[in-house]
């Protein structure tokens, strides 16, 4: 198995507009509901099996949660799917960025 990239706070802000790159934040509806990085696609964690089968394996994935541990589970999983995936270091605790409030 392959090692996890990582990506801190910082780089994905500056990777946010890159149509290349799809965030998926895996955390549950009501983490969400507190703020969502803009543009990020919400897919809980327990979906994510299912949910691979309609993404695009040419683009590259960039995988968050609260503190980085269930976006890395998330990550390993779809590593071995084939999909391109990095892993948010630190997660939301640690993003300074917009966030979108539903």
């Not at 099996?49 to 976006?71: F, M, Q, T, W």
């Amino acid at each position: 198995m392959s090692e996890i990239n990582e990506v801190t706070p910082k780089e994905v802000e500056k990777m946010i507009d890159d149509k290349e790159i799809i965030i998926i934040d895996v955390r549950e509806d009501e983490e969400v509901a507190q703020g969502i990085i803009e543009k990020a696609k919400h897919i809980p964690l327990g979906d994510i099996p299912e949910a691979v089968a309609d993404l695009d394996k040419n683009k590259s994935y960039i995988l968050v949660c609260r503190s980085g541990a269930r976006s890395m589970n998330a990550s390993k999983y779809m590593d071995e799917q084939g999909f391109k995936v990095s892993n948010m270091k630190g997660g939301m605790l640690e993003w300074e960025g917009e966030v979108i409030v539903g």
